[in-house]
């Protein structure tokens, strides 16, 4: 079946290292979006991914959706505390119009 | 408030009781979604409403979850005779329903099942 998977699982830096997480999905999406988790939180939407080689910024953050649509990364330059959560990936499901698929998550830790 | 909306927060349950989470949309979201969070785990997709369409059950787990919605409006997720692994967060989010658009999540309920 249709999956999305994402990695690394898990992810400690130190303060103001760089970190990058990556996403495939095993059919071709129409569209990827990405969801931050706090620790204790829910997910909260960042962003949306629809043009094939997309880049798009959010001042340290910095999205990219594959030439072939079925894959994405996401990298954080100068990781802050504040950057501690869970990351998550999502496309949409195959006949699913606006069900998404999540990927599991890349958890990342920052030490000060 | 403007977002999405769950209740209770937390749940704390005894083995084979029946439980009820509630979440209410975002006002003018036709789609609502429910989800379930294991500890440390991504996001396992339960039941999807649309409008008036019939509801995508398809991520139910067993046929003690039952799930209903109230027009656009509020949903409750049912759960009877609680098992131990039901312990989770169950997640609501809701989204416009026009496309493959964002979803929007509420706070979620944390189920604690003794």
């Known amino acids: 079946g249709q999956q999305v998977m994402q990695i690394p699982q898990y992810q400690h830096v130190q303060e103001g290292e760089d970190f990058t997480t990556y996403c495939n999905s095993s059919?071709?999406?129409?569209?990827i979006q990405w969801y931050k988790q706090r620790p204790g939180g829910h997910p909260v939407f960042l962003i949306q991914?629809?043009?094939?080689?997309e880049v798009k910024k959010q001042k340290r953050l910095t999205f990219q959706f594959g030439e072939a649509k079925k894959n994405s990364s996401l990298h954080i330059t100068a990781t802050q505390t504040t950057d501690v959560g869970t990351y998550f990936c999502?496309?949409?499901?195959?006949?699913?119009?606006?069900?998404?698929?999540f990927g599991a998550g890349t958890r990342l830790a920052v030490h000060p | 408030g403007a977002g999405v909306s769950q209740s209770p927060s937390n749940k704390v349950t005894e083995k084979g009781k029946d439980v009820e989470l509630r979440c209410d949309p975002i006002?003018?979201?036709?789609?609502l979604y429910w989800y379930r969070q294991r500890l440390g785990q991504g996001l396992e997709f339960l039941i999807y409403?649309?409008?008036?369409?019939?509801?995508?059950k398809s991520g139910l787990p067993s046929d003690r979850f039952s799930a209903e919605r109230t027009g656009e409006s509020v949903s409750t997720l049912t759960i009877q005779r609680t098992q131990q692994e039901d312990s989770a967060v169950y997640l609501c989010?809701?989204?416009?329903?026009?496309?493959?658009?964002?979803?929007?999540f509420g706070p979620g309920t944390r189920l604690l099942v003794l």
């Open positions: 989010a809701s989204s416009l329903g026009t496309g493959q658009e964002t979803q929007y």
């Open positions: 059919t071709t999406l129409s569209n």
């Open positions: 991914l629809v043009k094939s080689g």
């Open positions: 999502a496309g949409p499901r195959w006949g699913g119009y606006n069900k998404l698929i």
């Open positions: 006002s003018g979201h036709t789609a």
């Open positions: 409403f649309q409008g008036n369409s019939a509801p995508d």
